[in-house]
């Protein structure tokens, strides 16, 4: 069992018999089959995935100068403005919030867009080898434990 259905105690058919976690286990709060498919048909988790991945490129084409977008420091770092901020401060809080894993989840989530706004605000100041480095370490950590998350989110919700 994965990450978020350690956590968060999703119970599936497969696992609703077993018993193999002891007695403290049965005391747990535990989300439903049902109420797991409603986080399902709130967040498409594949398309915050893509969109997440997809900052990387267009981080680079800002460096690189090819990029149309007027990137902002001060709007990129706010991590309530995405599809999945949106979720993750409104549906997703209402419905996981008490879960440990979801505040780990919000804070990489926020952690990743402090990171973006980082190589922005850099490569705005002229500094584009501290942008680009940047980029390449705690941006790419950062986007790589929200995905990672966000794909053990949705194995622990089964799909």
Known sequence: MGFFSRIFGIETQATAGSTSQGADAQNDVQ??????????AELDIDKAIAAHENWKQRLQD?????????????VVCLDDRCDLG??????GKM???????FSVLVAR?????AQASSVVA??????????TQTL??????????VVLLLK???????R
């Open 31 to 40: 989300l439903s089959t049902g109420e797991a498919a409603a986080v399902l």
């Open 62 to 74: 800002y460096l690189d100068g090819k990029s149309t977008e007027e990137l902002k420091p001060e």
């Open 86 to 91: 949106k979720w993750l401060h409104g549906p």
């Open 95 to 101: 419905r996981l919030g008490g879960y440990p894993a």
């Open 109 to 113: 989530h926020q952690y990743f867009h």
């Open 122 to 131: 850099l490569a705005r100041a002229g500094q584009k080898d501290k942008a």
């Open 136 to 145: 390449g370490s705690s941006y790419r950590y950062a986007s790589n434990q």
């Open 152 to 158: 053990e989110l949705k194995r622990g919700l089964g």
